[in-house]
């Protein structure tokens, strides 16, 4: 055969254009819902489930001894749910290379937010001004802005098609250090890190050179010196470090946390002492923040290795469908917003996990869909919503 037969399979080229538009292209436009990732879906679900069910576990106790509803924060929980849903829906409705347009009005809208935070329209909580409290609930911009520089840092780097320049590296890190500071002055020194991680993995991805890490590197150490020679951090965060590197720490002040959850999460065995078993650490309260920070204690103690290893499972799935959906992605800014979302779940799963069992120090750092809070658990639907919104548009 001559022509778009010969090239294009038994019905040929011409057959699968009309209009000189393929008709996958076509479909994928009119369709996008057709290339939903249903696995991603699933494994959010059930981590964010997961979450539901050790909240509840880590707080019930608590709540019934002060006679008040041993379900709210389970029903809290859930409701942010529904809303991290929502946000998730909304995200991945409209094709997300808009967002291009519109990062800069997002990252003005996050910087706004952060600079709320420290006037006294913030609350301040244990010291810390993190939240802008709206009466019923409370938001944390801290958290919204991991989603908020991913877009604004991949929308910048994707103008610059994998070749980025020693200036283009600078103002990348502008764009970094300026809610970075802002968020270190709330003190949140844990956020603060989750931004290094999210910068590097979008730097690497979108062409920095060997040279520019290097240089990055030798700043980075000697930024560190200047901050622990400055006296920056707060006494609570060198009480912090100073437990993790001690290794017979004082377990009646700075080393307590760290002691009661190691205990929790060693005593959990194999298949773990159940989520109903009374004299436990959990049930005890024994260990400090165990819904938020600390809430993988509860799972080690409580489902024990198994259950441990489960939830492990679903983080390694979901990091992996996001590596997948960055490389199956058709352009530079779907890629980026991929990988920044795996960046910055991976990090946060190793440090969170790794501080409860003193191989990481700890840094405040929530465990991603499952430690209790309605600004972690919508952020983190946003960013898998992000992640659909590519993987959706990736034939168009």
């Not at 209009?19 to 009119?30: F, H, Q, V």
């Not at 920044?340 to 190793?350: K, N, S």
């Not at 840094?363 to 919104?389: D, H």
């Amino acid at each position: 055969m001559k022509g778009g037969y010969a090239s294009g399979g038994f019905f040929g080229e011409a057959v699968d254009r009309i209009g000189g538009e393929p008709i996958s292209s076509r479909m994928a436009r009119k369709a996008p819902i057709r290339h939903l990732d249903p696995t991603l879906l699933l494994v959010t679900l059930l981590l964010a489930a997961y979450g539901a069910v050790m909240v509840f576990s880590a707080t019930v106790t608590r709540q019934e001894e002060a006679n008040l509803d041993p379900q709210l924060f389970l029903k809290r929980q859930i409701a942010y749910l529904v809303a991290g849903v929502l946000v998730l829906l909304i995200l991945s409705s409209f094709d997300y290379r808009h967002l291009r347009t519109f990062a800069p009005f997002v990252y003005g809208a996050t910087l706004l937010g952060l600079i709320i935070v420290l006037t006294p329209l913030g609350d301040v909580q244990k010291g810390a001004a993190r939240w802008i409290n709206f009466g019923a609930f409370q938001v944390q911009p801290s958290e919204l802005a991991k989603v908020a520089v991913i877009i604004a840092l991949g929308a910048f780097f994707a103008e610059r098609k994998g070749e980025l320049r020693a200036t283009d590296v600078i103002v990348g890190l502008v764009i970094v250090i300026v809610p970075a500071v802002l968020i270190f002055v709330e003190p949140d020194l844990g956020t603060t890190m989750v931004f290094v991680a999210i910068t590097g993995a979008l730097l690497l991805v979108g062409g920095a050179k060997l040279r520019h890490f290097l240089v990055l590197g030798l700043i980075g150490v000697a930024g560190i010196g200047l901050i622990i020679q400055m006296d920056v951090l707060q006494d609570y965060q060198k009480e912090r470090i100073t437990s993790f590197l001690d290794p017979n720490p004082d377990v009646q002040s700075y080393g307590y946390n760290l002691t009661q959850s190691k205990i929790a999460i060693g005593s959990g065995g194999f298949r773990g002492k159940g989520l109903d078993s009374p004299n436990t650490q959990t049930s005890l309260d024994f260990v400090p923040e165990q819904h938020t920070d600390f809430i993988f204690t509860a799972v080690g103690e409580q489902l024990g290795f198994f259950g441990s290893a489960t939830l492990l499972a679903l983080f390694a799935f979901l990091i992996w469908r996001a590596l997948r959906i960055a490389a199956m992605s058709r352009d530079v800014f779907g890629t980026l917003l991929a990988t920044g979302a795996a960046a910055f779940w991976a990090f946060q799963l190793f440090v969170n996990v790794g501080m409860t069992m003193g191989i990481m120090p700890i840094t405040g750092v929530p465990l991603p869909f499952i430690s209790y809070g309605g600004s972690s658990l919508i952020t983190n639907f946003a960013a898998v919503g992000l992640l659909m919104n590519v993987h959706m548009r990736r034939f168009l």
